[in-house]
């Protein structure tokens, strides 16, 4: 398989996690990894407006060629959710604006496929991206989370492909 750069997004209105890995076949590689943080006392519009510019910066300096985003989990205030759901929004437009693949993984299959845990916790995602990626540097739980969803679209992108190449025939 040829060489691919994949950004995995970890959505989130106040902090949404990014980080860019390189996939050659089996091997992965760091490249880069932060968060892009919204203004918590501005408007929900300019909150979404400084996602969207943070997350397109991000496409711009690191020019991935495919990004995975994580599927946001059922939460129970009614509020937060839309709210949770509007910056998945923002995650999910800006590559599909810039032309590129977007593909979503559930957080227990991330985790699954990262720690062997489906219902793993934070602690145990860091410490395995430590492992997978020893030149990462993960300052904030939400950056490592981003990473564990590119290393989980790396895993799943072969069968992702091959089950396409099957349903257009």
């Known amino acids: 398989m040829n060489a691919i750069r994949i950004l995995g997004i970890d959505p989130g209105l106040r902090k949404t996690g ?11 590689s760091f490249i880069a990894c932060g968060v892009v943080e919204s203004e918590q006392k ?9 996602l969207h510019d943070g997350i397109a910066g ?5 020019a991935p060629g495919e990004v995975a985003v994580e599927e946001t989990f059922v939460n129970r205030d009614p509020q937060s959710a839309l709210k949770l759901g509007q910056a998945r929004g923002v995650a999910l437009v800006v590559p599909a604006l ?11 299959l991330v985790k699954k496929t990262v720690v062997g845990v489906g219902h793993a916790d934070k602690k145990q995602v860091q410490a395995m991206i430590r492992v ?5 540097e993960t300052r904030s739980a939400d950056a490592a989370d981003a990473l564990a969803v590119a290393i989980c679209h790396a ?9 396409a190449k099957y349903q257009a025939r």
């Open 58 to 62: 991000v496409i711009a300096a690191h």
């Open 155 to 163: 895993q799943h992108r072969g069968a992702r492909a091959m089950l």
């Open 132 to 136: 997978l990626l020893p030149k990462a």
């Open 18 to 28: 990014w980080g860019v890995i390189l996939s050659e076949g089996t091997k992965l």
């Open 98 to 108: 810039a032309g590129l693949e977007v593909a979503e993984y559930a957080a227990n």
């Open 42 to 50: 501005a408007t929900l519009a300019e909150r979404l407006r400084q």
